[in-house]
């Protein structure tokens, strides 16, 4: 009698359990597609929106859109005999975008990794100025580009400072956020051995965090070098030096210079895609190394 | 020694190498920064830099300048904020500074109690601790300036066919055509409204007062409506088009983002190797990855614009083709990534493939795709605004064009304010989102 009934009240309470969760199911699902409808009606929205403020229709470009670069293919087709010397002489710009990138890079590192370090908590030399100098680094990380050289080149004048010192604040920014986590995983049992023994501040992050954190910044570093590769090309577009300068000299002349923009096109590409592979490479090396 | 050595630990050769290395890396760097020192011309830079453009800048970014203009062959005066049409006190009114005392005097006081006088084809400027400077303007002799001193100071640059004066105080400057008294003040003038609005000059609780009160200020409409019509059409100003702007940049970016997910999905499907059984699809799809990746979104911006004309359109293909990319590269990866026994469990129940794939594959991928796509969108709203810039649409486009005008550094700093705050917002909405959508999913980690 007695295990009947609670056979019975096992059996309801499985019940009740079963339409809790068909219902918890039934209710996710409806979330689910509720979102789903959201998201598309803001998608074609959003498209439709934007097709009607751009200069040109969609539908009316899709056609286009192969005639600009059969229009550079077919003029570089043409002068193709032209196109190793015109590499030739773009070379150099190509240089100063690269250099760009590496010295702003290397800027941006070191004071990532300064700024970093006192950003983490249990590290920082000054407790209290972590959440400022995580601000700062926000802030540097905010700013696009583009915003800081613009107004560099007003003051500067052209030229690749504007856009190096421009990236490098940028990857204080991007590259301090990353780092700080990194050192936030870093032991502190060599940092607290260092301090007993009387090192101070810089010696303790030097010899006790760095060690540690170095494969990791390297790699994250090489990863922002191959970004900051792209947006020192596209700086010099608006108009500070390097190749991105002679890809928009050359493409406002327009036609009877394509073979001048399909040398630049190469090369740029080219350099993308080297170092995109070895970063890459020495970043699976570097990961996997430890 | 020799027990080191046998197992295979040259001690000192470590300490040697480690020595070696905490030389030369940072020698190697300072080589090369020496280089890129000279290859920058670095030392050239001092010559090239324009600390006076630098003061304009910072001066105009927290200022305004408000011009009193006395045209010299009509004998017009008229009150301008900037000397721009949009911002003209209307015929008969004038800031306090300014007094019209008759047909031909105007009284300008500058900073510091100092003042000008305007009186028909003179002006008279009594600068504190050097004189009486006078000139006259004539059509047939020019300028003609009376100095106190014989020499001219080199606040001052004259010739015949223009004086300009500048002190701490003000600008005052005379050609044939008109003299222009110039006045500094700190802000950003008509901001809210412009002179020719009605609640132009009123305290925010004077608005406020007037948002409340029955009596309509302008007829057929509420005082908040037409305080807020008044401030959104801002000629001025222009915060319609402005905030137009910020809404196209992360247009822009939503549409490329997503549609790059979206496209990106089905083709990392092709291109991870336990999902997709034949190596020549696989090899064609990671090398059209990095081939959409390696063109970069400049070159893909220049090409679509010339398809698509400019505006954000442009934008936003440029960043799906870009993203599509970087998508297929990092969700393929995802999917190499993926727990066999979940789909294999999936399947024991008798699952067909599409629904292998949905409830097997699709939930352990979704935090991954999502905290990437999230994580590309606020990053994309910075590209938005380069993109723009190059393309012609959103707040890139605005910035670039205010700043080839080199003279409305107040709207420039208006526009880095917009941005970073846009940025910022972007960063912890999309911070907040991927916390809502994935804390539930990966409780473990």
Not at chain 1, 275 to 280: G, I, L, N, T
Not at chain 2, 149 to 170: E, L, N, Q
């Amino acid at each position: 009698m007695s295990d009947l009934t609670a056979g019975q009240a096992g059996a309801a309470r499985v019940h009740d359990v079963q339409t809790a969760y068909m219902e918890m199911t039934r209710r996710k699902r409806l979330y689910g597609l509720v979102m789903l409808i959201v998201f598309i009606a803001l998608m074609v929205s959003g498209f439709r929106i934007a097709d009607d403020r751009n200069a040109g229709g969609f539908w009316d470009g899709i056609g286009n859109i192969f005639q600009f670069p059969s229009e550079v293919l077919s003029e570089a087709g043409q002068k193709i005999a032209n196109l190793p010397g015109l590499m030739w002489k773009f070379l150099p710009s190509l240089i100063e975008t690269i250099n760009i990138a590496a010295a702003s890079t290397l800027l941006g590192a070191m004071g990532a990794v300064a700024i970093s370090l006192l950003a983490t908590r249990g590290l920082a030399k000054w407790p209290r100025l972590v959440g400022p100098f995580r601000r700062l680094m926000d802030m540097l990380r905010a700013f696009p580009e583009i915003v800081i050289a613009l107004v560099l080149i007003f003051v500067l004048g052209g030229g690749p400072v504007p856009a190096m010192i421009a990236i490098a604040l940028h990857t204080v920014g991007a590259l301090g956020k990353l780092f700080s986590e990194v050192n936030e995983n870093a032991s502190v049992k060599p940092v607290e051995g260092l301090q007993s023994v009387g090192a101070t501040w810089g010696q303790r992050m030097w010899l006790g965090v760095i060690p540690q954190v170095a494969p990791n910044y390297l790699s994250y570093a090489l990863l922002r070098f191959e970004i900051n590769i792209r947006a020192s090309a596209i700086l010099g577009f608006v108009g500070s030096g390097g190749i991105g300068y002679d890809l928009k000299n050359a493409f406002s002349w327009g036609q009877g210079r394509y073979d001048e923009v399909a040398a630049i096109f190469l090369l740029l590409f080219g350099t993308i895609v080297l170092f995109d592979q070895v970063s890459s490479r020495y970043r699976n090396k570097l990961i996997s190394g430890e | 020694m020799t027990m080191a050595r046998d197992a295979g630990f040259d001690a000192s050769g470590f300490f040697r190498r480690k020595k070696l290395m905490a030389f030369t890396v940072p020698a190697v760097i300072l080589v090369y920064f020496v280089y890129i020192f000279f290859a920058f011309d670095i030392p050239g830079l001092a010559d090239r830099a324009r600390m006076d453009n630098a003061r304009i800048l910072v001066a105009d970014s927290y200022s305004y300048k408000t011009h009193v203009t006395r045209d010299n062959r009509s004998g017009t005066v008229t009150v301008a904020v900037e000397g721009e049409n949009k911002g003209t006190w209307p015929q008969g009114t004038s800031p306090d500074w300014v007094t019209f005392e008759s047909e031909n005097r105007t009284r300008v006081q500058l900073k510091h109690g100092q003042e000008v006088l305007i009186d028909a084809n003179t002006m008279r400027y009594d600068v504190p601790g050097y004189g009486l400077i006078s000139a006259q303007v004539s059509h047939r002799e020019g300028v003609v300036l009376e100095l106190p001193t014989d020499t001219v100071p080199d606040w001052i640059s004259a010739s015949t066919a223009r004086v300009d004066i500048t002190t701490d105080a003000g600008r005052v400057t005379l050609t044939r055509a008109r003299t222009e008294v110039m006045r500094y003040q700190f802000g950003w003038e008509l901001f809210w409204f412009t002179l020719d609005s009605p609640f132009s000059g009123k305290s925010f609780g004077e608005l406020v007062g007037l948002a409340v009160s029955g009596d309509r200020v302008v007829e057929g409409k509420s005082n908040l409506a037409a305080i807020i019509h008044d401030i959104w059409n801002n000629r001025m100003w222009q915060h319609k088009d402005v905030l137009g702007a910020i809404f196209e940049t992360i247009l822009m970016a939503f549409l490329g983002t997503m549609g790059a997910g979206i496209v990106a999905l089905p083709l990392a499907f092709a291109a991870a190797r336990n999902f997709s059984p034949f190596m020549a699809v696989r090899a064609v799809v990671r090398r059209l990855f990095d081939f959409v990746r390696g063109v970069d979104a400049l070159i893909w911006t220049i090409i679509l614009a010339r398809a698509f004309g400019p505006g954000p359109l442009t934008g936003a293909l440029a960043i799906l083709i870009t993203d599509t990319g970087t998508f297929g590269k990092l969700f393929s990866e995802a999917l190499e990534n993926v727990d066999k026994r979940e789909i294999e469990g999936v399947q024991s129940t008798g699952a067909k493939p599409l629904q292998r794939y949905r409830f097997g594959v699709i939930p352990q991928i979704t935090p991954v795709l999502l905290s990437q796509l999230l994580y590309y969108l606020e990053s994309n709203t910075r590209s938005a605004t380069v993109i723009g810039a190059i393309t012609g649409g959103g707040i890139g486009l605005l910035l670039t064009q205010a700043m080839i005008t080199q003279k409305d550094w107040e709207e420039v700093s208006y526009y880095i304010i917009l941005i970073l705050i846009m940025v910022m917002a972007m960063d912890s909405v999309s911070g907040w989102l991927r916390r809502r959508l994935i804390a539930s999913d990966d409780s473990g980690r």
